[in-house]
């Protein structure tokens, strides 16, 4: 569930609490404002028809006409007590006869309110149908207005929300585009200046501090590299020569073991300044190519290898150019490393080098037949010195598919890894067309 719609989902029951608890309030005050209005059109009763109370012979009466009685109101029911005892009535007659006493008090489907008179009590009631007519009207309205406006504030909520956190879609959109960048700019900051924006400089401090230190880290790979170089090539010299010179046979099989260790010494150095070199953004150069032309010449050049290996190289292109912005050398080492992986673990069967346009992008594939890569390797297969299986430590030194997204990156694009259904494995990079 996204945030989004937790937050609405958290939004819409407070507001329903908050509905639900004004409208009880909202009928509980109704009702005291209602019943305190009864209560006052029965006390002013009271004084309107305590003139009408007489005594005749020691017995009370009530009178019946004047116009005292065409001010009473016509549901009012009057009642005349003396010594606890009705001995009169006035009006409407109620259903109950309620025993006297002093105050407003409730008593069936009637309100009533008392006052002493001389020699007697009086009472003046009235139904209590009309407050409950006006609560129940109270009632039915609440139940509509109350679900529609839980309705329209969820709705309101949601579409709110969505406005409030669009600067956390845009954030989110731009971290993950600058994730897969060689160089990450900062991401861009919010025009509020809130809690998002804060955020968004925090981030910013922090892929300039990463940014620093990948930084130095290139730079110690390329300088470290660049002076293992020369005297890696010295030494792989003197080996050499040595093993010309050699009249001893016991130390042939021991100067060959050394000139094979200082070869893969070299060509780790070679690597690691190539790589360090790609992950630079000054170390490609710009220039307008054929991306297409560019994997032809690698898979003529590679040809030979794989006849030699008794593989069939399968190469298809598309009869269109595909141009982009990027550095020849640098593109053709990374087609020639996909085809180099394949070649090495894939030593039977059939490699495709496939190119072909999709959308506003140009993709560049590899597949194989041989066994493919364990699942638990596919998301660290373009880390540097990842190998997949212990037994390939042994057939490279794990840098060719790092340098392939090295070079991708810096040509603003990116890299995957697969497993055919059929068998085998596909790897390739997508670089962003000139002018796409």
């Known amino acids: 569930?996204?945030?989004?719609?937790?937050?609405?989902?958290?939004?819409?029951?407070?507001?329903?609490?908050?509905?639900?608890?004004?409208?009880?309030?909202?009928?509980?005050?109704?009702?005291?404002?209602?019943?305190a209005a009864l209560d006052r059109s029965l006390?002013?009763?009271?004084?309107?028809?305590?003139?009408?109370?007489?005594?005749?012979?020691?017995?009370?009466?009530?009178?019946?006409?004047g116009e005292v009685v065409r001010e009473l109101p016509g549901d009012l029911g009057l009642l005349l007590y003396q010594g606890g005892v009705p001995v009169g009535?006035?009006?409407?007659?109620?259903?109950?006869r309620p025993a006297p006493r002093e105050g407003c008090f409730a008593q069936g489907e009637w309100r009533f309110c008392g006052q002493r008179v001389e020699g007697g009590f009086l009472l003046a009631g009235r139904p209590l149908a009309g407050l409950e007519g006006s609560l129940a009207a109270l009632d039915r309205v609440l139940l509509w207005v109350g679900p529609a406006a839980f309705l329209l504030a969820s709705l309101l909520g949601y579409l709110l929300l969505g406005h409030a956190l669009a600067p956390v879609h845009r954030l989110t959109a731009a971290a993950r585009t600058r994730a897969q960048a060689a160089t990450p700019d900062p991401l861009p900051l919010p025009q509020a200046r809130d809690e998002l924006r804060t955020l968004a400089e925090a981030f910013n401090a922090l892929l300039e501090a990463l940014a620093q230190a990948l930084e130095r880290e290139r730079r110690f790979t390329q300088d470290a590299a660049h002076e293992l170089r020369t005297p890696l090539t010295v030494l792989l010299g003197r080996l050499e020569q040595a093993e010309e010179e050699n009249q001893d046979p016991r130390l042939a099989p021991r100067l060959a073991?050394?000139?094979?260790?200082?070869?893969?010494?070299?060509?780790?150095?070679?690597?690691?300044?190539?790589?360090?070199?790609?992950?630079?953004?000054?170390?490609?150069?710009?220039?307008?190519?054929?991306?297409?032309?560019?994997?032809?010449?690698?898979?003529?050049?590679?040809?030979?290898?794989?006849?030699?290996?008794?593989?069939?190289?399968?190469?298809?292109?598309?009869?269109?150019p595909l141009w982009v912005l990027g550095d020849k050398a640098a593109l053709a080492l990374a087609v020639r490393n996909l085809l180099d992986n394949a070649l090495k673990f894939a030593p039977q069967g059939r490699v495709l080098l496939l190119l072909r346009r999709e959308g506003e992008r140009a993709l560049l594939a590899v597949e194989d037949q041989g066994p493919g890569f364990p699942e638990a390797a596919l998301p660290h297969l373009f880390q540097r010195f990842y190998q997949a299986q212990e037994e390939h430590r042994r057939m490279g030194s794990g840098l060719g598919l790092a340098l392939v997204r090295a070079v991708a990156q810096g040509h603003g694009g990116g890299v995957w890894a697969e497993n055919r259904p059929e068998g085998g494995a596909r790897v390739g990079f997508w670089l962003p067309l000139e002018g796409g």
């Open 43 to 65: 006390q002013e009763a009271l004084a309107l028809a305590q003139p009408l109370v007489s005594e005749e012979d020691g017995h009370l009466r009530l009178g019946g006409e």
């Open 257 to 320: 073991q050394a000139r094979r260790g200082a070869e893969r010494l070299l060509r780790l150095a070679e690597d690691l300044l190539r790589l360090a070199r790609a992950e630079s953004p000054a170390g490609l150069r710009r220039e307008v190519l054929d991306l297409r032309a560019v994997a032809r010449e690698v898979a003529e050049d590679l040809e030979p290898l794989f006849a030699a290996r008794g593989v069939a190289l399968e190469v298809r292109l598309p009869l269109e």
């Open 1 to 35: 569930m996204s945030l989004r719609l937790r937050l609405t989902l958290f939004a819409a029951l407070l507001v329903g609490v908050v509905l639900l608890l004004a409208g009880l309030a909202l009928r509980q005050g109704v009702a005291r404002v209602l019943q």
């Open 89 to 96: 009535g006035l009006g409407q007659a109620p259903p109950v």
